[in-house]
T-cell receptor, first 110, second 114 residues
Framework: GIQVEQSPPDLILQEGANSTLRCNFS?????LQWFHQNPWGQLINLFY???GTKQNGRLSATTVATERYSLLYISSSQTTDSGVYFC????????????FGTGTRLLVSP | DVKVTQSSRYLVKRTGEKVFLECVQD?????MFWYRQDPGLGLRLIYF???????EKGDIPEGYSVSREKKERFSLILESASTNQTSMYLC?????????????FGDGTRLSIL
């Protein structure tokens, strides 16, 4: 089946720093989503981005489907950005079945 | 805003019990999904449903069943709970058409089987 790899697995930042999270996937996919799981376990949609670039405030994402990777950029990080960031890809089998990566755990310290 | 509600945030059950996890969504979504999340493994799909009374196995269906009697409600059933089913369970929903729709998640249920 399709493999989804995220890097780095862990990241520690000082507040105000910028970072880039990467998601590689092993096969062509229909779509890709980025999620943020906060310390309370809630999974929040960040981006739905099968290709191209999107921006939402301090966050932006780029997916290059032909090269099978996606990047999530966090600028001017804040302590509330802490948590786990997941990339999930939708297989080409219909029914929107997602395969998740194992996540990047981010800690932003004041 | 989409609201996906899971009936319990925390649940403690005993080995061998029949356990029901409930999920309700208020956006008239056709698709509903159950995932479990374990450290180092990310989220894995257990079952999904694309219509009332329709269900499809995901990647790890063993030991679980599901029920979808109404469009807004999707139940996950642990037929005979075992300790290896201790996990975080997350429900999600989305529109079936058009196909490029994001999934929206509930807050999760942390289930402990003793």
């Amino acid at each position: 089946g399709i493999q989804v790899e995220q890097s780095p697995p862990d990241l520690i930042l000082q507040e105000g720093a910028n970072s880039t999270l990467r998601c590689n996937f092993s096969d062509s996919v229909n779509n890709l989503q980025w999620f943020h799981q906060n310390p309370w376990g809630q999974l929040i949609n960040l981006f739905y981005i099968p290709s191209g670039t999107k921006q939402n405030g301090r966050l932006s994402a780029t997916t290059v489907a032909t090269e099978r990777y996606s990047l999530l950029y966090i600028s001017s990080s804040q302590t509330t950005d802490s948590g786990v960031y997941f990339c999930a890809v939708e297989r080409n089998t219909g029914f929107q079945k997602l395969v998740f990566g194992t996540g990047t755990r981010l800690l932003v310290s004041p | 805003d989409v609201k996906v509600t899971q009936s319990s945030r925390y649940l403690v059950k005993r080995t061998g019990e029949k356990v029901f996890l409930e999920c309700v969504q208020d956006m008239d979504h056709e698709n509903m999904f159950w995932y479990r999340q374990d450290p180092g493994l990310g989220l894995r799909l257990i079952y999904f449903s694309y219509d009332v009374k329709m269900k499809e196995k995901g990647d790890i269906p063993e030991g679980y069943s599901v029920s979808r009697e109404k469009k807004e409600r999707f139940s996950l059933i642990l037929e005979s709970a075992s300790t290896n089913q201790t996990s975080m369970y997350l429900c999600a929903s989305s529109f079936f058409r058009p196909s490029n729709q994001p999934q929206h998640f509930g807050d999760g249920t942390r289930l402990s089987i003793l």
